[in-house]
C-alpha cells in the first residue's frame, strides 16, 4: 500500500464548476499537508498548505484535512480554463521529508 | 515564494557520458536541497536530500555513485547523472528548503533524455 493514494485521473469538468481534488494516507506520522499545482514541464508550486483539521480557504481554493479518516481535500471553485493542470497532495512527516501523490490531472473546458 | 533556477531546462545526451544539472536558489538561502525524480504522468520521487557543506542523504533504491550531488553552498546545488543511460530520462526537480515546512521552492526542472 502507498502511503499517500491519489486518483490519477483525468478529471474533466466545464468552466465554472466546483473541483474536488482527494488524497487519503496511511501514515499517521505525518504533520504537514499541502498541495501543489504543477503545469506541464514545470515544476510544482505550492498553492497551500495546512497542518491541522479543518478548514483553510484562499480566495478560490479551500484545503480540507480530516485526520481521524487520514483523508485530506482541495475545492477549487468558479474552476477556470487557466486551472487545468495536475494537482498533487503532499503530506510531510516531522522530519520535513516530502512524500507526494500521484497527481491528477485536471481539464476545465471553456 | 523564493525564485529557483535550474540549469539546463533540458538536455540530450549520448549513452554513457555524464550531464550535470545545476540548482541555484536565486533570492533564498537553502538550509536545504531536495532531488526529485519525475517519469511522465507519475509524480514526483525524491532522490536525495543534501545539506550544505554535508554528504547527501540518498533514499532507497537509488545509486549515489551514479547520481553525484554536490551542495557547496546555500544557494547551490549539482546533480551529476554518471554514464547516463536512457533508463535515466526523465524529468529532474531540485527544490531549496528552508527551516519551516511550508519552506520548499521548486525548480522549474530539467528535462534529460539519454539516447
Known amino acids: 500500500q502507498k502511503e499517500v493514494e491519489q486518483d490519477p485521473g483525468p478529471l474533466s469538468v466545464p468552466e465554472g464548476a466546483i473541483v474536488s481534488l482527494n488524497c487519503t494516507y496511511s501514515?499517521?506520522?505525518?504533520?504537514?499537508f499541502m498541495w501543489y499545482r504543477q503545469y506541464s514541464r514545470k515544476g510544482p508550486e505550492l498553492l497551500m498548505y495546512t497542518y491541522s483539521s479543518g478548514n483553510k480557504e484562499d480566495g478560490r481554493f479551500t484545503a480540507q484535512v480530516d485526520k481521524s479518516s487520514k483523508y485530506i481535500s482541495l475545492f477549487i471553485r468558479d474552476s477556470q480554463p487557466s486551472d487545468s493542470a495536475t494537482y498533487l497532495c503532499?503530506?510531510?512527516?516531522?522530519?520535513?521529508?516530502?512524500?507526494f501523490g500521484a497527481g491528477t490531472r485536471l481539464f476545465v473546458k471553456a | 515564494g523564493a525564485v529557483v533556477s535550474q540549469h539546463p531546462s533540458w538536455v540530450i545526451c549520448k549513452s554513457g557520458t555524464s550531464v550535470k544539472i545545476e540548482c541555484r536558489s536565486l533570492d533564498f538561502q537553502a538550509t536545504t536541497m531536495f532531488w526529485y525524480r519525475q517519469f511522465p504522468k507519475q509524480s514526483l520521487m525524491l532522490m536525495a536530500t543534501s545539506n550544505e557543506g554535508s554528504k547527501a542523504t540518498y533514499e532507497q533504491g537509488v545509486e549515489k555513485d551514479k547520481f553525484l550531488i554536490n551542495h557547496a553552498s546555500l544557494t547551490l546545488s549539482t546533480l551529476t547523472v554518471t554514464s547516463a543511460h536512457p533508463e535515466d530520462s526523465s524529468f529532474y526537480i531540485c527544490s531549496a528548503g528552508g527551516t519551516a515546512y511550508n519552506e520548499q521552492f521548486f525548480g522549474p526542472g530539467t528535462r534529460l533524455t539519454v539516447l
Open positions: 503532499a503530506m510531510i512527516t516531522g522530519g520535513f521529508k516530502t512524500i
Open positions: 501514515n499517521s506520522a505525518f504533520q504537514y
